[in-house]
């Protein structure tokens, strides 16, 4: 039965939500399904939220980057410095987001009995895989 709830909730959630509430639905889904401790389930959350961070900073900036390099390359004067400067707020600012992601991933892996990190990163890499 309880398996019959979680599936209803995750369809639910893929066609009532924005993709991303979709993905934070799945996730805890998944979190939950691991026989976690409620602490261990919040810090799989932090995780998941500090890589979302990361990867919404990345695609996010992606097409400001491409205008930036497309106006400087169109412009009447380069200044590389600059380029230089703006280039490197970005990477700081993506650097911010994952030691934010290791230190989640830390704290989660601190509480993981080894069985438990065994079982949670063969699940993981197993859905990698069909995302591949």
């Given at each position: 039965m309880?398996?019959?709830?979680?599936i209803l909730l995750v369809v639910v959630a893929m066609f009532a939500s924005k993709p991303t509430l979709a993905n934070e639905a799945l996730a805890k889904l998944f979190i939950q399904s691991q026989g976690?401790?409620?602490?261990?389930?919040?810090l799989a959350l932090n995780v998941f939220n500090a890589f979302k961070?990361?990867?919404d900073e990345v695609k996010s900036s992606k097409g400001s980057?491409?205008?930036?390099?497309?106006?400087a390359a169109t412009s009447e004067q380069l200044d590389a410095n600059a380029a230089y400067?703006?280039?490197?707020?970005?990477?700081?600012?993506v650097d911010?987001?994952?030691l934010h992601l290791l230190e989640s991933m830390?704290?989660?892996?601190a509480e993981l009995t080894p069985e438990q990190k065994q079982a949670f990163m063969?699940?993981?890499i197993k859905a990698s895989k069909k995302d591949d």
């Open positions: 309880k398996k019959l709830v979680s976690f401790t409620e602490q261990q389930e919040t961070a990361v990867t980057i491409k205008l930036f390099f497309i106006d400067e703006s280039y490197k707020q970005w990477q700081t600012n911010i987001r994952v830390s704290q989660l892996h063969a699940k993981l």
